[in-house]
């Protein structure tokens, strides 16, 4: 099993849908838990910390489920702009060598 | 905009050559990263400086060389590299390095090997 792992779509939704993913993670004694954006050939922006008791940012929700060991990213009201691939990252105190990304989840969001 | 600056955008290298990727912060952040990334993977970390010195080395084969000049300053130097390196090469730093903080990314350079 991996350590982090994401559906990598692609999720293809219309402008304005509502779109959900999820990242499940093994190492229950995971700390710090982040969703990054990353569009094609640019770098990894961090979109959202995520917090135990949930957190959001406008237009995104992030969750954190501790018990079932997954975080997850909701975004309302979808835009052009929102089209990126989502990484999840989760990380364990310690190391550098303990921060994991997810594969990512590809989103397209279609006119 | 991000506030970690890496050189340069675009590189296209022969097997032969030596270069060297530059990245700089100014944040004041105590650890910086190597980052290399293929098409449609994630991120995977080669080497980690905190505080000036190298505090992991991913098993990266020895023609990647990282150099830490200063806190603010990384290099990754290049010589005879293979075509199976090139790849989207990210630099990234954060606070400390303790693992759980979040990294802030270079805009990367995009390295090809012919």
């Known amino acids: 099993r991996k350590e982090v792992e994401q559906d990598p779509g692609p999720f293809n939704v219309p402008e304005g849908a509502t779109v959900a993913f999820n990242c499940t993670y093994s190492?229950?004694?995971?700390?710090?838990f982040f969703w990054y954006r990353q569009d094609c050939r640019k770098e990894p922006k961090l979109l959202m910390s995520v917090y135990s008791s949930g957190n959001e940012d406008g237009r995104f929700t992030a969750q954190l489920n501790r018990a079932s060991q997954y975080i997850s990213l909701l975004i309302r009201d979808s835009k052009l702009s929102d089209s990126a691939t989502y990484l999840c990252?989760?990380?364990?105190?310690?190391?550098?060598?303990?921060?994991?990304f997810g594969s990512g989840t590809q989103l397209t969001v279609l006119p | 905009d991000t506030e970690v600056t890496q050189t340069p955008k675009h590189l296209v290298m022969g097997m032969t050559n030596k270069k060297s990727l530059k990245c700089e912060q100014h944040?004041?952040?105590?650890?910086m990263y190597w980052y290399k990334q293929k098409a449609k993977k994630p991120p995977e970390l080669m080497f980690v400086?905190?505080?000036?010195?190298?505090?992991i080395n991913e098993s990266v084969p020895s023609r990647f060389s990282p150099e830490c000049p200063n806190s603010s300053l990384l290099n990754l130097h290049l010589h005879a590299l293979q075509p199976e390196d090139s790849a989207l090469y990210l630099c990234?730093?954060?606070?400390?390095?303790?693992?759980?903080?979040?990294?802030?990314f270079g805009s990367g350079t995009q390295l090809s090997v012919l």
């Open positions: 190492n229950s004694a995971s700390q710090s």
């Open positions: 400086y905190s505080y000036e010195k190298l505090s």
């Open positions: 990234a730093s954060s606070q400390t390095g303790t693992g759980i903080e979040k990294l802030f």
């Open positions: 944040m004041g952040h105590r650890a």
């Open positions: 990252v989760v990380t364990t105190s310690g190391s550098a060598r303990q921060l994991t």
